[in-house]
């Protein structure tokens, strides 16, 4: 499994959003230039975001981007599974149940399972807050 760079920036993008203050409308340009990702493609993946629920917008002069829920209530599987689809190691493992006529004696499944559930213990146990918190000790220089 490789995270496209696409996966990479959406989880900067929300990253940022999450050490936002929560009440706080956040402008493309401004993550942009924090984050040192063009503006055209942020808004490709904002639009990604936006129609998963996980952000919200605002239009005007106080307009731009804040994050749906508490930051708590994001994982970065989450994230990445919304901009990058299936985290799975091999396309055999994306169908629920496995659809492979070869599943029930295929011994490499069992090596694709443990490197799935390895995936999924690490994605689905970090919170965006958590990586929020890290950015703004680093920011801070602690």
Known sequence: MKISTRGRYALRLMVDLAASPSDEFVTIKSIAARQEISEKYLEQI?????????????????????????????????????IEGSLGPVKCMEDEPN???????????????????????????????????KQRERQAGL
Do not use: H
């Open 46 to 82: 904002i639009t990604v975001l936006s129609r998963a629920g996980f952000v919200k917008s605002a239009r005007g002069a106080q307009g731009g981007y804040k994050l749906s829920r508490p930051a708590g209530e994001y994982t970065v599987g989450m994230i990445l599974r919304a």
């Open 99 to 133: 659809q492979c006529p070869r599943s029930s004696f295929c011994v490499t499944l069992d090596v694709w399972k443990k490197i799935d559930e390895a995936i999924r213990s690490v994605v689905d146990n970090i919170t965006l807050e958590e990586l929020a918190q």
